[in-house]
Every structure is written in structure tokens, then in C-alpha cells.
């Protein structure tokens, strides 16, 4: 091999190393970036709608995010974006979950599609409402545990949940913080006598984790006066 073409290989190989640094070091602030174009955009006219929209809700297919997909879903977000007007991203908002002391704020996306995933939570069944039954969501943990849905690992039994769905905002008192196999499917049946949340996320970021963080609360109130709780949400 020459001197120039080993020169050359030599370059591609740097540069290829510093496109995956840069995809790497730039997928926490898409996710963040996305997933607050959602909260922000997000209307009682969309979450309607997003109601009709067909989803994917089988959790086998949930896979661990990768950088280059997440950079891929913002490069086609954006192109989306500028074709249309507003926000023309697919992504079915049925709604907003916060929960203030562990400075969670994510949109609500309906299914456990990977766009829906990697901005914030998804639901998972097709007829579940807030403020009856048993309101499930999942979400990814991530290794930056200040994104998605890693900040249930501080979680605390008596930390207030909220949920919105434009119309009402509801509000939950976590009464139980577990960690149980992940095929465990108890979680998601409805608690005899209760109204509650059931979020779930992986225990940790580790490949092929066994286990899921668990954390579900009891409905304590609604209110209509969507101004009142604006901050909490963002």
C-alpha cells in the first residue's frame, strides 16, 4: 500500500471516528430538543386527533435508542418541519406527565413506537384513559439520567404525578416504587378499589437489562384550570 492511499485510509478513519463522537455527544440535546417541541406544540385539537391515529403497542419491539437513530428521527423531524407549516411530525401527543421533585416534563405519545420513545412516554394499551383504571406508560432510562423516563430511579412513594390531556390535568400520589422481572404484566392490570399510573422504565441503561423500575400512583384529585398547574408541565 502507498504512502498516499494509506494516508488517505488513515484520514477517513479519523474523520468517520469524529462523525461517531459527534452523533454520540449530540443525542441527549435532540431528545430534550424533540421531545419540548412536542410539550410546546402540543394542543386539546392534537391530542383529539392523535386519539384516532393507528400505533404500535407491543413492548417486545421496544429496542435500546442508539445515536444515530435518534439523529436521524430529528434530521427527517426537521425536514418535516420545513416542508409544512407548524409541526408536521407524525407523533400521535395524547398528552403530558410531570412529576416536579425529580424534574420530570415529557410528552405522552400514543404507543410504544420509536418516534413516540424518543421524546418522552408512550402508552400502552389502545384504550386506556387518564383518571380511570390503570393509566400505563413506559419509557427508556438512559445512561444521561436526567432524560426520558431515567429519573423514576429517584422517584419517592409520596411524590406528586401529574398527567394532562389538554382537558383536565390529573393529579396522583405515588404509593409504590418496585422493581419486578420485566415480563412481569401484574403491573398492568387494574387495582381493585383504585385509579391509578403505572410508569415503567428499564432498571438500567445496561444492554439486554432483565429488570424494570416500576412506579405507579393513586388519582387524589382533577382540576379543569389548566393555567394553575401551566409551570409544572413547561
Keep these: 500500500m502507498s504512502r498516499k492511499l494509506k494516508g488517505w485510509l488513515l484520514g477517513l478513519i479519523f474523520l468517520f471516528g469524529l462523525l461517531i463522537m459527534l452523533i454520540a455527544l ?3 440535546p435532540l431528545i430534550r430538543h424533540m421531545g419540548n417541541q412536542e410539550v410546546d406544540d402540543m394542543t386539546a385539537e392534537k391530542v383529539e386527533a392523535a386519539k384516532r391515529k393507528s400505533a404500535n403497542f407491543d413492548y417486545s ?6 445515536p444515530v437513530s435518534v439523529s436521524l428521527d430529528a434530521v427527517q423531524n426537521a425536514a418535516q418541519n420545513a416542508i409544512q407549516s407548524g409541526n408536521a411530525s407524525e407523533y400521535a401527543s395524547v398528552g403530558k406527565v410531570a412529576i416536579p421533585n425529580v424534574s420530570l416534563r415529557l410528552p405522552i405519545g400514543k404507543g410504544l413506537g420509536n418516534q413516540v420513545l424518543s421524546r418522552g412516554a408512550g402508552t400502552m394499551s389502545e384504550d386506556q384513559q387518564m383518571g380511570k383504571g390503570n393509566y400505563a406508560m413506559a419509557g427508556h432510562y438512559m445512561t444521561n439520567t436526567r432524560i426520558l423516563f431515567s429519573p423514576l430511579k429517584r422517584v419517592r412513594v409520596g411524590d406528586m404525578i401529574y398527567l394532562t390531556d389538554m382537558k383536565k390535568v390529573y393529579r396522583y400520589r405515588t404509593y409504590s416504587k418496585r422493581t419486578v422481572p420485566k415480563n412481569e404484566v401484574e403491573v398492568l392490570r387494574d387495582v381493585p378499589g383504585k385509579k391509578v399510573v403505572t410508569l415503567i422504565t428499564c432498571a438500567s441503561a445496561n444492554y439486554n437489562e432483565p429488570n424494570r423500575i416500576v ?13 394553575r398547574y401551566k409551570n409544572i408541565f413547561g
Design 61 to 66: 419491539t421496544v429496542k435500546m435508542l442508539n
Design 26 to 28: 449530540l443525542s441527549d
Design 215 to 227: 412506579v405507579q400512583g393513586e388519582l387524589v384529585g382533577t382540576s379543569t384550570n389548566l393555567n
